[in-house]
Every structure is written in C-alpha cells, then in structure tokens.
T-cell receptor, first 112, second 109 residues
C-alpha cells in the first residue's frame, strides 16, 4: 500500500537524551514536512524539504535537526537542546508545487 | 511569515444543522488546503482549493484569493463530522506552510 509511515506510535525518553523519529513515504513525493502539535493547539512547522539533500527551517526549528539523504525518508532528531519536547509529531509529504499534502499517523513523544 | 486565523474557535451543532467555518490570511498564499483531524490525531485532506469553489458530498469550500479568505461549509452535519478543522496556506518559493489555529467542532445527536 502507498502511504506515509511514522514509527514508533508512542515514544518515551528520559530528559537529556536525543531521540530520532522516523518518517518514510512510498508515494514518490518530492516534498516532506515535520510538524509539532501541542494539546489543543494547531500545527507548527519544524522543518521542510522540497528535494533530496536540501531542507529549510520552519517556525520552531530550534532544538531539532533533520536530514534528507533519500527521497523517501525524512527523519527528525529531537535534541537535548529542545526545552519542552513532549508533543505529538506529524510528518507529511506532497508531490510538488500544486498538490495536496498527505499526513502520516503521527508519533506521540513523552520525555520523562 | 503569514498569519492564519480561523473562526469560530469552537462550535457545537445539533446533528443535521449546517455550519460555515472561516479562514483569513494576513498575506497572499499560492495554495490552500482544508483538513479534518479526527479524535485519534490523523489529519485527513478535505480540499485543495487555492481559488474558486469545490464540493465533495456534504462539504464544500470557497476561496476568494484576492480578499485572502476561505470558507468551509458543512451541511446536514453528522456526529462523525466532529473533530478539529484546520486550514493551511502555502507561500513563497519553498512552499512554506502555515496552519491556522483550528475550529473544534462537536456534533451532538
């Protein structure tokens, strides 16, 4: 089946540890996005990438890092510099300039 | 970056009622989408509508790009319509996307 997968669904980490969230798509989409959602809030853009080996900071990039070495993969690392990392993280992708964005199921990260 | 405001923030409807959700943009956007987030957090595409009007069953959307707003109409609402509705605008050459604050809809039987 074509789609976007995020793993794991739930993730628990100790404070001070880096953690990497996976996002994979087999839709052959060029663009990929990472968002953060806090309870009762909207989505805020962390990083986005239009092509392989290129990405841009979104509105809340501090404390996060990404890579885009392959078209189908856009992993997000939440570093220890992120002051309040507990949140729901959503990944999305789309084909090109004039196209719909499709979302993965999300990863709920809890830092203890 | 652009600012996106949605109204109303909360809406409670009796099943069968109609509603209109609004999305205002502070600046021009070259693409616009409406999404529904279900109680499990999954975002579902509703409309990709940079301008004009589209309809899909009981839902329709209209975007007036020159006046920087978009409307989502829900007719004959059902309990399964409950959730949060977001609009999102894309701007700039890198297609940076900005989401609105959302409208939380509850449809009661």
């Amino acid at each position: 089946d074509g789609g976007i997968t995020q793993s794991p669904k739930y993730l628990f980490r100790k404070e001070g540890q880096n953690v990497t969230l996976s996002c994979e798509q087999n839709l052959n989409h060029d663009a990929m996005y990472w968002y953060r959602q806090d309870p009762g809030q909207g989505l805020r853009l962390i990083y986005y990438s239009q092509i392989v080996n290129d990405f841009q900071k979104g509105d809340i990039a501090e404390g996060y890092s990404v890579s885009r070495e392959k078209k189908e993969s856009f992993p997000l690392t939440v570093t220890s510099a992120q002051k309040n990392p507990t949140a729901f993280y959503l990944c999305a992708s789309k084909t090109g300039f004039l196209d719909t964005q499709y979302f993965g199921p999300g990863t709920r990260l809890t830092v203890l | 970056g652009i600012q996106v405001e949605q109204s109303p923030p909360d809406l409670i409807l009796q099943e069968g009622a109609n509603s209109t959700l609004r999305c205002n943009f502070s600046d021009s956007v070259n693409n616009l989408q409406w999404f529904h987030q279900n109680p499990w957090g999954q975002l579902i595409n509703l409309f990709y509508i940079p301008s004009g009007t589209k309809q899909n069953g009981r839902l329709s959307a209209t975007t007036v790009a020159t006046e920087r707003y978009s409307l989502l109409y829900i007719s004959s609402s059902q309990t399964t319509d409950s959730g949060v509705y977001f609009c999102a605008g894309y701007s700039g050459g890198y297609q940076k996307v900005t989401f609105g604050t959302g409208t939380k809809l509850q449809v009661i039987p």
